[in-house]
């Protein structure tokens, strides 16, 4: 059984029918569907599904449940990047990251295969920018001024160990580039 029907519903956005092919998959919402390995999420956020993200992720964390943010990590295409590292890098996927880090907080650091994690990512295209070594703060849609000195951005809570590790990659990988 290929996943050739769900990439056909994914590509005429048929969130519901997506939904219940996963269903009939072991690997779920985590099938690779392309040569690249690309899973059902990852093509899903390629092309701006956000809402069947969210769908998506709902289902499998009832799922797999415990294992859930184990899941998450596991699954990453051929060139190593998980769902996080496709969600930071599309504006209208700031949604799905967001929830995404709510699950997997340490798929912030992860790295692909050229060392780049997804905040790194995220920074580069201006979905997140780092203040005061250990302050990251990421824009929401809809933009909303939250009273700091970037309009758009609200602040988010990561774990100091994580923002640690975030900077030392983003730190490392610049470094290296020079």
Request: proline share 3%; hydrophobic share 35%.
């Amino acid at each position: 059984m290929s996943g050739e029907a769900i990439y056909r519903a994914l590509t005429q956005k048929d969130g519901r029918k997506v939904r219940e092919l996963c269903q009939g998959y072991p690997e779920g919402p985590f099938l690779a569907l392309t040569q690249r390995r690309d899973s059902v999420l990852q093509k899903a956020l390629y092309s701006r599904q956000v809402d069947l993200v969210l769908d998506l992720l709902a289902d499998a964390k009832q799922r797999w449940q415990h294992d859930f943010h184990k899941k998450l990590g596991e699954h990453v295409n051929i060139r190593k990047n998980n769902i996080l590292h496709v969600a930071a890098t599309h504006d209208s996927c700031i949604q799905a990251a967001i929830k995404i880090l709510e699950y997997a907080d340490h798929l912030i650091t992860s790295q692909n295969d050229v060392g780049e994690s997804p905040i790194l990512l995220a920074v580069r295209v201006g979905l997140v920018y780092c203040k005061n070594n250990f302050k990251f703060n990421m824009r929401r849609e809809p933009c909303e001024n939250d009273g700091s000195s970037h309009p758009g951005y609200e602040s988010i809570s990561l774990q100091k160990s994580v923002l640690e590790m975030a900077q030392a990659s983003i730190s490392n990988t610049f470094s290296t580039s020079l």
